[in-house]
């Protein structure tokens, strides 16, 4: 979360989080970056993360693949 300088590295396994922690992983398949009120927004179910991410509110790099296998955490 650049916007309040704040990283955290969630582990997820076949769309399950597993686990998390505070601060950025040194090598992750993906990494999606967003400010706090945009994440607070998909996890209170009244920001839709597909929308967010066409306006540029929602940066990824990696694979897309392995983005769509975590849309059951963001929906």
Same mark, same amino acid.
């Given at each position: 979360?650049?916007?309040?300088? %704040?990283?955290?590295?969630?582990?997820? /396994?076949?769309?399950? +989080?597993?686990?998390?922690?505070?601060?950025?992983?040194? &090598?992750?398949? @993906? &990494? %999606? =970056?967003? =400010? $706090?009120? %945009?994440? !607070?927004? !998909? @996890?209170?179910?009244?920001?839709?993360?597909?929308? /967010?991410?066409?306006?540029?509110? !929602?940066?990824?790099?990696? $694979?897309? =693949?392995?983005?769509?296998?975590? &849309?059951? +955490?963001?929906?």
């Amino acid at each position: 979360f650049p916007d309040v300088g %704040v990283a955290y590295t969630f582990h997820v /396994e076949d769309g399950v +989080l597993k686990g998390y922690e505070r601060g950025a992983a040194e &090598r992750a398949d @993906i &990494r %999606v =970056s967003m =400010s $706090s009120s %945009v994440f !607070i927004g !998909i @996890i209170d179910k009244k920001t839709n993360p597909i929308k /967010e991410y066409q306006l540029g509110r !929602i940066n990824v790099k990696g $694979s897309m =693949s392995d983005l769509l296998k975590m &849309r059951k +955490l963001l929906f």
